[in-house]
């Protein structure tokens, strides 16, 4: 006979309770969740922290455009030391070697010109001796007068020679001069201070007047030499300051003068300016920034203030509150590390010079350094 099982309906109804409240609770995870989303969303993403920057102010000052010409550093006083007086040469100077004015660079052999010192102090004595003879024979005569038994033509060929005596010995004095001259000029001095930066003839050579020597450098006193066309130097007059660059140091030297002859192949003009102590080398290349018209007064910033993009140049002011405000700007004229801007910014207000390349528009900042007026 088969059993017939009775199901309990008790189970039954404990598993619809369970499920029933797995639901619920479910529900309420579920609100809570939508709840905590739907604040997000009102209150909106969290604010970045403030950034750690560097602020300069904004500048008035008189700024011009500027274009750049080629130039080099040459030395007030370099010479190619010329030999005066003609002989062999006994010794010059080594190069590099630093000299001052009236020292002795070369020397050369003083053998024909002592004999020339020693032949013209002969002449002298011999000639000094025959015009006070005929100075005295002169002197008799006359004092005998009529009485004497010369004629008067006798006496005037006396007087004659008794003159030219006297020119012959001023013409052996000159010569004496002259020998005593090229006698000094055996020692090669140096006109001015400076180090001897070549030889032109080596010991055992013989120097004719006008052989060069040794090639003397001031290496103290130093100019820039630029060549520009006349419309680049329209502003630029002796007295002003310019500034120079080698590429690694940048120095203002002042235009001693623009020499107005124009080159007739190149058709520019030479400039002069001289720099101040310098260790810069002669010969060295340079860039001179020429103003191409009279300064006017800009609002101006330090060039590491401005972020550059494909589109558009920025800058970032911070206001009172300390929040970032990106300007945009456009540029004008240059002069060293500042630069023209035109747009909202007015002179004294504090902009970002370090830090600004990931600063977002009303972002707070943390300023350090913050200087006045510039770079910081």
Same mark, same amino acid.
């Given at each position: 006979m088969r059993k017939i099982s009775i199901k309990r309906p008790g189970r039954y109804i404990a598993g619809a309770a369970l499920v029933l409240a797995i639901a619920s609770g479910g529900a309420f995870v579920a609100g809570l969740l939508d709840n905590t989303a739907n604040a997000a969303a009102e209150d909106g993403p969290p604010a970045p922290?403030?950034?750690?920057?560097?602020?300069?102010?904004?500048? /008035?000052? +008189?700024?011009?455009?500027?274009?750049?010409?080629? !130039? /080099?550093?040459?030395?007030?006083?370099?010479?190619?030391?010329?030999?005066a007086t003609p002989g062999k040469i006994l010794w010059v100077s080594e190069i590099g070697s630093e000299v001052e004015a009236g020292e002795v660079i070369a020397r050369i052999d003083p053998a024909d010109a002592i004999l020339q010192r020693d032949e013209s102090r002969a002449d002298i004595k011999r000639l000094t001796a025959r015009a006070d003879y005929l100075a005295r024979l002169v002197e008799r005569h006359e004092g005998l007068g009529e009485d004497g038994g010369e004629s008067e033509a006798a006496i005037d060929q006396m007087r004659a020679d008794r003159?030219?005596?006297?020119?012959?010995?001023?013409?052996?004095?000159?010569?004496?001069?002259?020998?005593?001259?090229?006698?000094?000029?055996? +020692?090669?001095?140096?006109?001015?201070?400076?180090?001897?930066?070549?030889?032109?003839?080596? $010991? !055992?050579?013989?120097?004719?007047?006008?052989?060069?020597?040794?090639?003397?450098?001031?290496?103290?006193?130093?100019?820039?030499?630029?060549?520009?066309?006349?419309?680049?130097?329209?502003? $630029?007059?002796?007295?002003? +300051?310019?500034? $120079?660059?080698?590429g690694l140091d940048t120095l203002t030297a002042k235009v001693r003068a623009v020499v107005p002859v124009g080159d007739t192949v190149s058709r520019t003009l030479e400039l002069r300016l001289v720099l101040p102590a310098t260790d810069w080398h002669i010969g060295s290349a340079v860039q001179v920034s020429l103003p191409r018209s009279a300064p006017k007064r800009v609002v101006a910033v330090h060039r590491d203030a401005l972020i550059?993009?494909?589109?558009?140049?920025? $800058?970032?002011?911070?206001?009172?509150?300390d929040a970032a405000a990106q300007i945009e700007v456009e540029l004008g004229a240059a002069d060293g590390d500042y630069i023209e801007v035109i747009g909202d910014i007015r002179p004294g207000e504090r902009v970002v010079t370090r830090g600004g390349e990931r600063l977002r528009d009303g972002q707070k900042v943390a300023i350090q350094n913050a200087g006045a007026g510039a770079m910081s």
């Open positions: 922290p403030p950034a750690t920057v560097r602020t300069a102010e904004a500048i /008035s000052t +008189e700024l011009a455009p500027h274009s750049q010409a080629p !130039g /080099s550093v040459v030395s007030v006083n370099d010479s190619l030391i010329a030999a003159d030219e005596a006297q020119q012959n010995l001023e013409r052996a004095r000159v010569a004496l001069r002259r020998a005593q001259t090229a006698l000094e000029r055996t +020692e090669v001095k140096a006109p001015f201070n400076g180090r001897i930066a070549a030889r032109a003839i080596e $010991v !055992g050579e013989f120097a004719n007047p006008g052989a060069p020597i040794a090639r003397l450098v001031n290496i103290d006193a130093l100019e820039v030499t630029a060549r520009a066309p006349d419309a680049m130097l329209v502003a $630029v007059h002796a007295g002003d +300051e310019i500034r $120079v660059t080698n550059l993009r494909a589109d558009r140049v920025s $800058v970032f002011k911070v206001g009172a509150d």
